[in-house]
């Protein structure tokens, strides 16, 4: 299989607080595994969960680029030789998604089937949906309708 990385910025539609900053903008990257003429995609973001650390997304990409020899030589159908060699690399998290993700979705390309049918989930109780909460500012409190495919939230920040 073929992987390859491409770097894309994400600007917030409103500029995100939570107990480590504020920001208005991500660059995430977007993972792409090749195998039999079908393409699977994931996305890594960097993030951190214990205070005092981070990481950015130079890192990533450079983390993902040290691993990707050892993963090109499997085919995406091989799951556990792959997962093996994720866990004994001790990827960030963020990667090992994205990797996972891509394998998934190169899967549900390969047999002609969206994922929720692939894991046997109901589509009926199936809706998109995209929020974050974060930390309120009581001096800024406002209200705002944001979108969320059929769904309008009303959120206070």
């Known amino acids: 299989m073929r992987l390859t990385i491409q770097p894309f910025t994400v600007h917030k539609r409103f500029p995100l607080t939570i107990s480590r900053g504020t920001t208005a903008k991500n ?65 960030h998290s963020s990667l090992h998604a994205a990797i996972d993700t891509a394998l998934y979705d190169w899967l549900g390309k390969k047999v002609d089937l969206p994922l929720w049918k692939l894991w046997g989930l109901k589509g009926d109780r199936l809706f998109f949906t995209s929020v974050t909460y974060w930390l309120l500012v009581p001096q800024k409190k406002q209200w705002k309708e944001l979108k969320t495919g059929s769904i309008l939230w009303r959120l206070n920040y």
């Open 27 to 91: 660059t995430n990257l977007l993972l792409k595994i090749e195998a039999d003429s079908i393409e699977g995609w994931g996305e890594a973001s960097p993030f951190s969960v214990i205070k005092g650390t981070s990481i950015n997304s130079e890192q990533l990409q450079q983390e993902l680029r040290n691993i990707i020899p050892s993963l090109e030589a499997y085919h995406p159908l091989q799951r556990q030789a792959i997962e093996t060699v994720l866990l004994e690399s001790k990827l």
